[in-house]
């Protein structure tokens, strides 16, 4: 940050009076005073002068200006390169015969992109705020307790919509309301297997959309609306990440998406959001079954 830009704006301010300065490096109000050196202009040092508390509060929020627009550049150049890391393999996988097993194979090599990118945003704010990116586990009983509640009308909404699917689409009406994995084979390796990796990979998902995206979103947009907002975009790149599937998997993802994400920041914690993703997630396609009408191939 230029701050002899600033020092030349208000002299008038900048200007102490005259006192001893103190040790090399201290300062007065927690900021310090710009100078500019004798006959140096190009070259600027720090004066222990005493400051008005008024330009010393603009100067912090300055700083913390500066610092927000350093994290959000980070936070675009990583969402940007995660976009073409997807593109690539949205393009390779173009082909593919999908099954719930194949989607959760591509998943995880998304989520391995996605979280890389996460990490890098995290450590540049610093290992101290892992709070921020609801990190923690304070009052996680009462927030699991408050996710199931929440979640109980989607999952009765799930299956009423599945039925209504099946009464009123005639190429549908074959399926069984319930065809999910673990009501048609429910001691089979190979789906507790899946279903194994999908719940592990739930945690990770819920890091990168609703911790990160969502929470350096909400810190980065000005205006009105700004969780709602914050929501929306989250939402519509997390949506985006399973076009891979099918646009309805997209758009089925999307729906829920907009719930946890509220979810998240009425609590700002991921556990309640990953208990319910779990739920909900488990629920629709391991149970009811979804999947067979989100990617068109039955149970």
């Known amino acids: 940050m230029n701050l002899s830009r600033i020092d030349g704006l208000c002299p008038e301010r900048a200007v102490g009076p005259t006192v001893a300065s103190p040790r090399s490096g201290s300062s007065v109000h927690g900021v310090r005073r710009p100078a500019i050196q004798s006959g140096r202009p190009d070259r600027i040092h720090f004066l222990s002068l005493p400051l008005s508390p008024t330009y010393a509060e603009a100067l912090e929020t300055l700083v913390q200006v500066n610092r927000i627009r350093e994290r959000m550049g980070h936070f675009l150049i990583n969402i940007i390169v995660v976009l073409c890391f997807y593109a690539v393999v949205l393009a390779g996988s173009s082909r593919l015969p999908y099954d719930v097993g194949t989607t959760i194979l591509i998943s995880a090599g998304l989520l391995l992109g996605l979280v890389l990118a996460g990490i890098l945003i995290v450590l540049k704010r610093g290992i101290h705020s892992l709070e921020f990116y609801g990190l923690t586990n304070r009052q996680w009983t009462k927030r699991v307790i408050n996710s199931i509640v929440y979640s109980s009308p989607i999952i009765a909404t799930i299956a009423l919509a599945k039925w209504i699917v099946i009464q009123f689409v005639p190429s549908l009406c074959s399926l069984d309301l319930f065809s999910g994995r673990l009501t048609q084979y429910p001691l089979q390796n190979r789906y507790l297997i899946e279903l194994a990796v999908y719940i592990a990979l739930i945690p990770i998902q819920e890091f990168v959309v609703r911790g990160v995206l969502q929470g350096s979103l909400q810190e980065f947009l000005t205006g009105r609306h700004v969780r709602l907002k914050a929501i929306l975009l989250s939402n519509l790149l997390f949506a985006i990440f399973h076009l891979f599937a099918s646009p309805y998997f997209a758009m089925a ?31 629709a396609l391991y149970f009811v079954g979804m999947h067979g009408i989100l990617m068109g191939a039955p149970g």
């Open 253 to 283: 993802s999307f729906l829920p998406g907009i719930f946890w994400g509220w979810l998240y920041s009425r609590q700002r914690s991921l556990i309640g959001v990953i208990a319910s993703h779990t739920l909900i997630g488990v629920w």
